[in-house]
């Protein structure tokens, strides 16, 4: 009996305890708190291509679908668990746009089992991009023991501590798939701060063709940064970044004391940086890094072949130094009137694997424009061909591009009205910026010069053939634009000048009508190819008046090496009314690559806040391009479409903003029409399409063209262009 009152006692006592402790430890605000929450994203997508892969308007994705048209919905869930003062929690629960169109009805059925092309949600439940699938993103743990370092996390990092020129912010669909080990602490009164990382290379881009290869899962970055700041006046730094892509050695085939590993891509990047700052009215900064690059010639590409191929590093043995100066002057005579001053040069074998691959804009020049970012008049990467349409359509990107300093720039899976990325890998020039405000009045300007750390002839190495180029060309470089993951091309000689005025100004009417204008110029030349070594054939190969070429008459600038196998004579052909001449005019002269653009826009519009909670604006925009791009005998690298001549587009947007009690409402509407009239030269006869060009290439029967040497079409009508798309979204927060 005795022990029976005690067990009741105790379990009394027990009650009384476990119904204490929940307010004692509310009291002390030290128990376990989960803090939950989310966002909700709805988009609308419609526009005039008629497109529905995906709910993007573009990628490059092998496989993965782009469009412009439909809805989706996407959930994010944000859970912050506080275990202790010392210990954090953070993670998030995704769903992700992709195909998830609402046309999907849910998710259901669909093409069993899935396959590679599934592009619309058209294997519906049996494909993750398309069944509205859950995943985990954004998983790290926080400790803070309160000695030795600040912090430590484990798990997932956006990695936007470091520096965008050595290991950079992944971009935003992506911000916290990065998984690192990393160390903060500080010294010296956090005079001295430092961050130390251990970063797993993510095995579908960080390395030569966008892999880190069939091992992946020893690879990693390690990272370290340093910065001393000793006085307000002054700070310096220093990084350092290794990346190790290791895979199993085939040559080791005894398996009883395991398996050794053999490198296949290493890069290690350094850099020096320090500011002095002179109080509010002076700021400068510089920085200097230098890379290293080995990528094994067995494990990975020996090279790309020419003028082809696509690589996210270089191939081989690489070198190379990057540096940047910057200088601000904040209103030092008082009137209103600030200087932004920068100085840079990115090597051209200046490569970071992990740089900044979209969410960075590392140069102060607004670079080109985005309307205009692939080869083709109307942003078609390969348009000659067959099937080879426009993605971004013709009214590309509807902003200024942002500049990354690395080849492999990331503009996949984004919408029309967002920033496009371009690789600044080789510029090296001069940036000036003044900025004037005065009561309702902004004005801003730009002069940048660009001359390029890539100009050189065969790729800096007259004595290698073409074909064994460790220099991925990607898209190469023609067109209108500057082709955004484009930084090398066999021959160049090219230069820059960009001219950019912006102002604002509020006028004092109603509530304040917002008008704002921008006029901007660039002037580009490239010479490209500039010694007559470099021509393909010898004097007199193509002799003229219907007589063939003789193609033996070879012209090599060193032993053996040639541009004959890029730029191929012509055959003498005989056009539908009896006209007989060349296929196409032979390159026999330097200035047939040769490379002029006077681009010039001009935007005008206004904006009103019409209550506290919706901003409308609206803008018009005039592009004119005069461009000399080659001729026939260069035929842009015979892959893309020629766009030598004439340009004259127009662009008519329209942007509102509604907030309503944590829900946001966002529409960019956008109307591009225009024209191109094309200017490819003489010295070839005419062709006219016949029933299949017209049906393979969308040309009218009978119209005025010429086929390549690879068999693509050019056509030489005048072109008119139109599209029309919107983008909607919802944003509720919760």
């Not at 202790?84 to 259901?108: K, M």
Request: with cysteine; net charge negative; proline share 4%.
């Amino acid at each position: 009996m005795k022990n029976r009152k005690n067990v009741v006692r105790g379990a009394c006592a027990l009650t009384v305890a476990v119904g204490l402790i929940p307010g004692a430890a509310m009291a002390q605000d030290s128990g376990p708190k989960l803090t939950i929450g989310g966002t909700t994203y709805t988009k609308y997508l419609w526009g005039t291509q008629r497109d529905q892969g995906a709910m993007y308007n573009f990628t490059t994705v092998p496989g993965e679908g782009y469009g412009d048209n439909g809805i989706g919905t996407e959930l994010e869930l944000l859970l912050n668990a506080k275990i202790s003062p010392q210990v954090e929690v953070n993670g998030r629960i995704h769903s992700r746009f992709n195909q998830n169109f609402w046309t999907n009805f849910g998710g259901f059925g669909g093409r069993n089992p899935p396959t590679p092309d599934c592009t619309a949600g058209d294997c519906g439940e049996f494909d993750p991009r398309s069944n509205q699938y859950i995943k985990l993103r954004g998983m790290s743990v926080t400790l803070r023991p309160g000695y030795l370092i600040d912090s430590a996390l484990i798990g997932a990092t956006d990695l936007g501590q470091f520096d965008p020129f050595v290991i950079g912010r992944v971009r935003y669909i992506d911000r916290d798939n990065a998984a690192a080990i990393m160390l903060q602490g500080s010294n010296f009164e956090r005079r001295l701060t430092w961050d130390a990382a251990r970063i797993s290379l993510p095995r579908l881009w960080a390395g030569p063709n966008f892999s880190t290869g069939a091992f992946h899962a020893r690879d990693a970055a390690y990272g370290f940064q340093a910065k001393y700041t000793p006085n307000e006046l002054f700070d310096v730094g220093g990084i350092f970044q290794y990346a190790n892509d290791q895979e199993v050695n085939v040559e080791d085939t005894n398996v009883d004391d395991g398996r050794d590993l053999t490198p296949r891509y290493r890069n290690g990047v350094g850099g020096l940086k320090a500011g002095l700052h002179m109080g509010s009215w002076l700021d400068v900064r510089g920085a200097a890094y230098t890379s290293y690059s080995n990528a094994d010639p067995i494990l990975s590409p020996a090279n790309f072949g020419g003028i082809g191929g696509y690589s996210a590093v270089l191939a081989g043995r690489h070198t190379d130094q990057t540096y940047m100066l910057n200088a601000s002057l904040n209103d030092p005579l008082d009137v209103g009137l600030s200087l932004n001053f920068q100085l840079f040069s990115i090597g051209a074998d200046y490569v970071a694997v992990m740089a900044s691959r979209r969410e960075a804009d590392v140069l102060l020049t607004e670079g080109h424009d985005g309307s205009f970012a692939f080869p083709g008049p109307s942003n078609a990467s390969y348009g000659i061909y067959k099937g080879n349409p426009t993605r971004i359509g013709y009214g590309g990107w509807t902003s200024e591009a942002q500049q990354v300093a690395t080849i492999n720039v990331d503009n996949d899976f984004t919408d029309f009205d967002e920033p496009m990325a371009e690789t600044a890998i080789g510029w090296k020039g001069v940036t000036a910026n003044p900025v004037y405000a005065n009561g309702a009045l902004e004005v801003g300007g730009e002069y940048s010069f660009i001359t390029y750390n890539t100009n050189w002839q065969a790729y800096g190495d007259a004595s290698k053939s073409l074909n064994e180029s460790q220099y991925p060309g990607t898209e190469l470089d023609s067109g209108v634009g500057h082709n955004y993951r484009t930084a090398y091309q066999p021959f160049q000689d090219k230069k820059t000048h960009l001219i950019a005025l912006r102002a604002k100004y509020v006028v004092d009417v109603l509530k304040g009508i917002d008008v704002f204008g921008k006029f901007k110029y660039i002037h580009e030349t490239d010479k490209r190819m500039n010694d007559p070594r470099f021509l393909p054939y010898a004097s007199g190969a193509c002799a003229g008046g219907g007589v063939a070429c003789d193609n033996t008459l070879v012209n090599e600038y060193s032993a053996g090496n040639s541009t004959s196998g890029i730029y191929s004579n012509p055959n003498v052909v005989t056009n539908s009314q009896g006209d007989t001449g060349y296929q196409f005019k032979p390159f026999d002269n330097l200035a047939d690559d040769d490379r002029l653009l006077d681009y010039t826009t001009f935007t005008a519009g206004a904006g009103y806040q019409f209550t506290d909670d919706l901003y409308v604006s609206a803008s018009y925009s005039k592009f004119f391009a005069d461009l000399l791009d080659g001729n026939t005998a260069f035929q842009a690298y015979n892959n893309h479409e020629m766009a030598s001549g004439k340009h004259n587009k127009n662009q008519v947007l329209v942007k509102a903003r509604y907030i309503l009690s944590g829900v946001e409402f966002g529409l960019e509407g956008q109307y591009a029409f225009g024209t191109f009239r094309p200017d490819f030269g003489d010295g070839y006869v005419v062709q006219f399409a016949d029933d299949t060009i017209a049906a393979d290439h969308g040309v009218a029967v009978g119209s005025r063209g010429f086929t390549n040497r690879n068999g693509g079409w050019n056509t030489l009508e005048e072109r008119n262009f139109e599209q029309m798309r919107v983008k909607a979204f919802m944003k509720a927060q919760f």
